[in-house]
């Protein structure tokens, strides 16, 4: 997938929460001790920097992230708390020492089932119909468009990142290595993600400068153009028209 960078008020604390999602001990990666670090949850980076922020995702167009396990029980061993949602089989969450919703979802849970638009089967988007295979991985972002405008954000994701169309369970969705967006339409109106608790998600991409300059001649307009450091990392950000900034990687993971 990429990653999710978070602002938080104690990166101490915060790091100790996500490396008990983890369940790796050795998940945690620290720069610039206190202010930032990472945790490495297969695949999947979380950057937590000491910052100020505007609130947490109730509010923001990216609402809530998902993660899957096997059980609730191995997180609930481990010394996490979740609660499980009645209604819904399967389905809990946890929160962040700041109150952030985290959605879990066990193996068990009906609604994990995406079903691609076309019919025809492809095999990174059948992950979902079968057991996560590891101890946790990540699911979903979900996205609170405003009303009318659920399809509009399913056919954007689709064609800019070459997702896949089609629904989980009974929410549009487009499905990417790694992550499945939903999208819904949202309550009431709703927030960009810059500034917030979850600031900004990341997509890892192979090619990043071809990528950027396909999306340039789509129409996209960078708020960071591509950007190759030093260090061999390549960078790019870009807000989708509802408010997610999305920073685009090459060559994170090698600086781990």
Not at 76 to 91: I, M, S, T, W, Y
Not at 142 to 151: F, I, M, R, W
Request: a negative charge.
């Amino acid at each position: 997938m990429g990653h999710l960078h978070y602002h938080v008020k104690n990166v101490e604390e915060h790091a100790r929460f996500w490396t008990v999602l983890a369940g790796r001990p050795d998940a945690v990666v620290v720069f610039r001790p206190p202010r930032e670090a990472a945790v490495m949850i297969h695949g999947t980076l979380v950057f937590l920097t000491a910052a100020e922020s505007s609130g947490g995702s109730d509010g923001s167009v990216v609402n809530h992230v998902a993660f899957r396990v096997p059980t609730f029980g191995e997180l609930e061993a481990r010394g996490l708390k979740v609660q499980r949602l009645d209604n819904f089989p399967g389905v809990g969450f946890t929160n962040t020492p700041e109150g952030e919703r985290i959605e879990l979802f066990e193996d068990a849970a009906p609604n994990l089932t995406f079903t691609q638009d076309s019919g025809s089967p492809d095999p990174v988007a059948a992950r979902h119909n079968r057991p996560v295979g590891v101890p946790i991985a990540f699911h979903h972002m979900h996205l609170y468009v405003p009303e009318g405008k659920v399809g509009e954000a399913k056919a954007w994701y689709a064609r800019t990142f070459g997702g896949v169309p089609g629904k989980r369970s009974n929410y549009e969705a487009v499905d990417l290595p790694g992550m499945n967006v939903n999208i819904s339409a949202a309550p009431r109106p709703t927030g960009p993600t810059k500034g917030r608790m979850l600031d900004h998600i990341g997509f890892e991409v192979v090619g990043l400068e071809a990528f950027c300059a396909r999306l340039r001649a789509m129409g996209v307009i960078f708020g960071t153009p591509y950007t190759r450091g030093a260090d061999g990392l390549a960078t790019a950000t870009l807000i989708d028209p509802w408010g997610t900034t999305i920073e685009l990687t090459e060559g994170l993971r090698g600086l781990m």
